[in-house]
């Protein structure tokens, strides 16, 4: 009987309860209140979401045990835990995947070449580079003060371009993958459609969808930007267009 539950426990370390448990955490005042809660449905989820992205992506590079390393991932998320309030815009799982991931990756960062060899926990589309497709392998890091324009614009008007919450959210997604790329650039291009999809909750054929938007409005704001120096797209060309309407 203890041996199910514990298997039990082990796949389903990160659920509802958790979820709810750190909304409610947010929303508590008193110090003690919130240590129990956090210690009863809280703590083990963040250890257990710890060790899982170490493992999975395997992240064994750094200079400090592979404890230490679970325990200052597990102290980064603490430090994050305040801004998920709101799970309208994406389960807890997802949110804290990512910070997780984000943390590793930029701790790691002396040690991309090594991943790129890592393989994805189950068959993606390898084929595809979502930051080298968008930018058609064109050098980003001399195209800096372009892209944070690019960035701020996308910001600014992703919801012109897409109506549907699902490519919205991947749309937004990417753009964080341009905003963060100095840190995850070199990054195993699997791992890239991995963290849009947990965070997303969708397929990759519809990521592979929303990147071929994002490419001709990224072509066409780069155009433009080399003309002028500025970066704008006529919004009449794309509302013309169904699949930014739907």
């Known amino acids: 009987m203890s041996e199910t539950t514990t298997k039990k426990k082990s796949k389903n370390y990160f659920t509802k309860e958790t979820e709810d448990a750190i909304l409610l955490f947010n929303q508590l005042e008193d110090n003690s209140e919130r240590n129990k809660l956090y210690e009863e449905k809280i703590r083990y989820a963040f250890e257990k979401l710890a060790e899982n992205i170490i493992h999975t992506f395997k992240f064994y590079y750094f200079d400090i045990p592979y404890e230490d390393v679970k325990h200052e991932v597990v102290a980064f998320l603490n430090e994050k835990i305040h801004k998920y309030t709101d799970p309208t815009k994406g ?7 990512i910070v997780a991931k984000n943390y590793l990756i930029i701790h790691n960062n002396n040690n991309y070449d090594t991943q790129k060899n890592i393989e994805a926990p189950e068959v993606i ?3 595809r580079n979502i930051v080298n497709e968008v930018t058609r392998n064109e050098d980003v890091e001399e195209k800096s003060e372009f892209m944070d324009m690019f960035v701020q614009y996308m910001d600014r008007n992703l ?3 897409f109506k549907k919450q699902s490519d919205l959210a991947i749309a937004d997604s990417i753009v964080e993958l341009f905003r963060t790329r100095k840190n995850i650039e070199n990054f195993n291009k699997k791992a890239l459609y991995i963290l849009i999809r947990e965070r997303t909750g969708v397929k990759t054929q519809y990521i592979t969808r929303v990147v071929q938007i994002i490419k001709a409005l990224y072509m066409e704001a780069y155009h433009r930007y080399r003309e002028k120096g500025v970066v704008y797209i006529d919004l009449s060309n794309y509302y013309k267009k169904s699949e930014f309407l739907e």
């Not at 389960?91 to 995947?97: N, P």
């Open 91 to 97: 389960k807890a799982f997802s949110y804290f995947s």
């Open 125 to 127: 589309d390898d084929t």
């Open 159 to 161: 919801t012109l371009f």
